[in-house]
């Protein structure tokens, strides 16, 4: 049976009449979901109570204290654990972007397919690296997919936060404001400054909530909420500074704000900006589809100005690489219509079968599965297919499931 893999709100990867989809957007699947982070943006699944959901106790944590509602069917995975779904393994690794994200590793009897999830690969005060995993085909994101994204080391970033904040915010009578995710880029700002100075951090709405659930699981984190006394004091001195999401209200007239996001690197000096990402830069990637040695690579997220980005790995490594679309792909390449046909002629000969042991006669089988539109000359290259393949065995009077 072939693996197959396509987007369709959310990646969807088939086998042998099986499937699972990854960071679905809406409900509209039947396969299990399998949720690689906390970020809404692939979460999604988590807003419908129906769908089976699997993902990490921290990933859980996490959009429970941002008070999303509908949590239930929900399934713990850790790292390392493999989930078996038929003939699909999933297995969970270190993502390195943000608190509980995983990258999943699909294995079948005709090949692996590594989903990278958004990833990282080190160079962080709160994440370990993300692990690379050989692969026959890699399904990466491409966020920061071009030559013009190239983060400075974090030391660097943090030491230049320091300088700004401590050196010109706070002698003008301000206070430093950083703008930021909640999760992730919020908990590397607290740490390099708990890290690097005494300047006590004020964190605000969403952000002191994550940063709870950091601290929870073992990150030492010193931080107070703006809305605590000791927060109002804080701010009422102007001597601290603030990490909040980007859309907070802050009633503060003394403020001196500053994005922290790795899409500064666009805004040059045009405003206060730091490229502070939690995503694999440019030269990361690259390095990660080294590492991962994969036979095809196909790249998912960014926009204009990284939709090239499989071109640079097509030159580089000289393996097949495309965006992932709608059009089901494999190990060996694009599904071709006719393949698409008979990859759904074996899925419904596999659901018609269905019962272990029980023998089904061969004219029976070929009137079932013309009722289902498919020519005889189709069912019998799909019985030779699956006994090939040793999903079926014939028997004295027809084929029955192994």
């Excluded at 204290?65 to 393994?89: A, C, F, H, M, Y």
């Excluded at 002698?171 to 700002?189: C, H, L, V, Y």
């Excluded at 045009?270 to 939690?278: E, H, K, Q, V, W």
């Excluded at 589809?289 to 095809?296: D, G, L, N, W």
Aim: glycine share 6%; hydrophobic share 35%; aromatic share 10%.
């Amino acid at each position: 049976m072939a693996l197959t893999v396509k987007k369709r709100r959310g990646t969807i990867i088939e086998y042998g009449g099986s499937g699972i989809v990854l960071d679905p957007s809406s409900n509209s699947h039947e396969y299990p979901a399998f949720v690689s982070h906390a970020h809404a943006d692939h979460a999604a699944a988590f807003k419908h109570p129906d769908m089976l959901k699997y993902a990490t106790e921290p990933t859980y944590s996490l959009l429970e204290s941002l008070n999303w509602r509908k949590l239930g069917n929900w399934k713990p995975i850790q790292l390392g654990e493999t989930v078996k779904i038929d003939d699909i393994e999933v297995k969970a690794h270190n993502a390195g972007h943000v608190l509980g994200s995983v990258s999943f590793e699909i294995n079948t009897p005709e090949g692996t397919i590594l989903y990278s999830g958004d990833f990282a690969m080190g160079n962080s005060y709160t994440m370990e690296p993300a692990r690379s995993v050989p692969c026959d085909m890699l399904i990466i994101e491409s966020t920061f997919g071009a030559p013009m994204f190239r983060f400075p080391k974090r030391s660097e970033m943090a030491l230049e936060m320091v300088r700004w904040a401590t050196m010109e915010a706070i002698p003008k009578g301000m206070i430093p404001t950083f703008r930021t995710d909640s999760i992730g880029n919020a908990q590397e700002i607290i740490s390099a400054f708990n890290k690097l100075t005494n300047l006590p951090v004020v964190t605000a709405k969403s952000a002191t909530k994550v940063s709870d659930v950091y601290k929870q699981y073992g990150y030492k984190l010193d931080y107070v909420d703006t809305k605590s006394p000791e927060g109002e004091e804080l701010l009422e001195s102007g001597r601290c500074l603030i990490v909040g999401p980007k859309s907070a209200k802050l009633k503060y007239d003394n403020l001196d704000t500053a994005l922290a996001s790795g899409w500064a690197v666009m805004l040059g000096h045009r405003r206060r900006a730091f490229p502070l990402s939690d995503h694999a830069d440019f030269s990361e990637l690259l390095s990660f589809i080294r590492k991962c040695h994969p036979k095809r690579v196909l790249t998912f997220h960014g926009g204009s100005i990284t939709k090239d980005f499989h071109e640079y790995v097509r030159k580089r490594f000289k393996i097949d690489a495309k965006p992932l679309t709608s059009h089901e792909e494999s190990i060996h390449g694009t599904v071709t219509r006719k393949e698409v046909r008979m990859k759904a002629c074996y899925d419904q000969l596999i659901r018609t079968v269905r019962i272990p042991g029980f023998e089904y006669t061969f004219p029976w089988l070929v009137k079932e599965m013309a009722r289902k539109g498919f020519t005889r000359s189709e069912t019998e290259s799909a019985v030779m297919h699956l006994v090939d393949r040793r999903i079926l065995e014939t028997t004295q009077s027809g084929i029955r499931l192994n």
